[in-house]
């Protein structure tokens, strides 16, 4: 079974710039995740899909990224403009359902320097 | 506050040992904790999850008890091998929280030969 897939893996921009993640969910899982993980901490919850609609965006800085899964399946997520503190790693995850017990599978991950 | 404290300095034990971490949560109430592993360049894996109602869950290896008198969860890893060295992330489940993830900032362990 494929697992959660996201690129690019790597992406290094300038302040102010933009930039977008792409994730594409394990086939059949219905829930989607972006975490923020940044050096030395635990990933962050910055969002949270169920098919195409969102769950929870609350810790999502909305004057900056935004993000969206519009035919339910994979998801893109985007700054617009970075600032030097967005420097990290962006992980995607899903789950077949929002169940508490559903277990949350990660892509490797999208590593970003802001200079 | 609320804040989720895991050993912030690695932890480096010998291979066979057994390797005890530790979560500590303060002004939560998870229903569900879980562990994960995570290996560098990439991202964490599911290792164990464990309810607020039961004290102690084993798969091979590895145990995990969750104490909500104490606020905390210890994790073990028995007969360590070099191959264990990752670094381990405690997440809560709140209560009602649906399935939103809230970590610890990680432990790094290191089994040397």
């Known amino acids: 079974e494929a697992g959660v897939a996201q690129s690019p893996r790597y992406k290094i921009i300038e302040k102010r710039q933009s930039v977008a993640f792409w994730c594409n969910p394990i086939s059949g899982h219905a829930t989607l995740y972006w975490y923020q993980q940044i050096l030395g901490q635990g990933p962050k919850l910055l969002i949270q899909?169920?098919?195409?609609?969102?769950?929870?965006d609350s810790q999502l800085p909305k004057d900056r990224f935004s993000a969206e899964r519009l035919k339910g399946v994979d998801s893109t997520l985007k700054i617009q403009p970075a600032k030097l503190e967005d420097s990290a790693v962006y992980l995607c995850?899903?789950?077949?359902?929002?169940?508490?017990?559903?277990?949350?599978?990660f892509g490797p991950g999208t590593r970003l320097t802001v200079l | 506050s609320q804040k989720i404290e895991q050993n912030s300095e690695a932890l480096n034990i010998q291979e066979g040992k057994t390797a005890t971490l530790t979560c500590n949560y303060t002004n939560y109430s998870p229903a569900y904790l879980q562990w994960y592993r995570q290996d560098p360049g990439r991202g964490p894996v599911f290792l164990l999850l464990?309810?607020?109602?039961?004290k102690e869950k084993r798969k091979e290896r590895l145990k995990v008890t969750f104490d909500t008198t104490l606020k905390q969860s210890l994790f073990h890893i028995t007969a360590s091998q070099p191959a264990d060295s990752a670094t381990y992330l405690c997440?809560?489940?709140?209560?009602?929280?649906?399935?939103?993830?809230?970590f610890g900032t990680g432990t790094q362990l290191k089994v040397e030969l």
């Open positions: 997440a809560l489940i709140q209560s009602g929280g649906g399935n939103k993830l809230t």
């Open positions: 899909f169920q098919n195409n609609g969102v769950v929870d």
């Open positions: 464990i309810r607020e109602n039961e």
């Open positions: 995850a899903s789950s077949l359902s929002p169940r508490e017990t559903d277990t949350q599978y």
